[in-house]
């Protein structure tokens, strides 16, 4: 069986999507593969209790427990490194997963490492894209769902989706506009590796 650990740090409509999607297409099936823990660094996050009622055993590695050690970076890393291996995953997937990953980390999952960034990388990578991309006069936007290197927002383009940006479009009606078109790449692109 391929093991796929889901990374989230907040509400989870990504994970819900692919966890979705995965019952849909019966890929323990058809692919041998299947959801087999969600983790997140937040133990408030809302993709938590979303998880559970799918019946997905959760995990939190706290970040914020680490905060007051030498090297908190490094020492979270191997915690999470460690929750992770447990289930000897195929995939590791960030699902709006709010950190910056160790370059030890990155090494550790290389080529079993995907993420999704709310933009048309190689542009804006980093945080508020929608924003930035309204700021800057953009008439498109959209999702990268991309391979991890160490390098933040970088890395190999599996798939990507665009999204007109409308004049009246704040940030949250993009945000909201883009999500929905994360919620297809993103399974589609897993499911598209897992065959590979
Ligand atoms: C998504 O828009 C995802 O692309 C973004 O966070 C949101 C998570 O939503 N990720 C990043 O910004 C990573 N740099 P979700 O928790 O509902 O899936």
């Given at each position: 069986m391929k093991n796929i650990v889901i990374l989230i740090s907040g509400d989870g409509s990504n994970m819900d999507a692919i966890i979705r999607t995965a019952k849909a297409q019966h890929w323990e099936k058809h692919?041998?593969?299947?959801?087999a823990c969600v983790i997140s660094n937040?133990?408030?996050?809302k993709g938590l209790n979303l998880a559970q009622q799918h019946g997905i055993s959760t995990q939190v590695v706290d970040h914020?427990?680490?905060?007051?050690?030498?090297n908190p970076r490094e020492a979270f890393d191997t915690a999470l490194i460690k929750e992770i291996d447990q289930h000897t995953p195929a995939l590791v997937v960030l699902a709006g997963f709010m950190r910056i990953l160790t370059p030890v980390f990155v090494a550790h999952y290389e080529g079993r490492l995907v993420n999704i960034h709310?933009?048309?990388?190689?542009?804006?990578?980093?945080?508020?894209t929608h924003q930035r991309a309204i700021d800057t006069g953009c008439k498109f936007a959209g999702a990268t769902v991309h391979q991890v290197t160490a390098?933040?927002?970088?890395?190999?383009?599996?798939a990507q989706a665009v999204v007109p940006i409308l004049e009246n479009d704040t940030a949250d009606s993009l945000s909201a506009r883009v999500l929905t078109q994360e919620h297809l790449i993103y399974p589609a692109a897993i499911e598209k590796l897992l065959k590979d």
């Amino acid at each position: 069986m391929k093991n796929i650990v889901i990374l989230i740090s907040g509400d989870g409509s990504n994970m819900d999507a692919i966890i979705r999607t995965a019952k849909a297409q019966h890929w323990e099936k058809h692919l041998q593969a299947k959801v087999a823990c969600v983790i997140s660094n937040k133990p408030t996050a809302k993709g938590l209790n979303l998880a559970q009622q799918h019946g997905i055993s959760t995990q939190v590695v706290d970040h914020t427990a680490f905060s007051n050690i030498t090297n908190p970076r490094e020492a979270f890393d191997t915690a999470l490194i460690k929750e992770i291996d447990q289930h000897t995953p195929a995939l590791v997937v960030l699902a709006g997963f709010m950190r910056i990953l160790t370059p030890v980390f990155v090494a550790h999952y290389e080529g079993r490492l995907v993420n999704i960034h709310p933009s048309l990388l190689p542009a804006f990578p980093g945080l508020h894209t929608h924003q930035r991309a309204i700021d800057t006069g953009c008439k498109f936007a959209g999702a990268t769902v991309h391979q991890v290197t160490a390098e933040l927002d970088h890395g190999h383009i599996l798939a990507q989706a665009v999204v007109p940006i409308l004049e009246n479009d704040t940030a949250d009606s993009l945000s909201a506009r883009v999500l929905t078109q994360e919620h297809l790449i993103y399974p589609a692109a897993i499911e598209k590796l897992l065959k590979d």
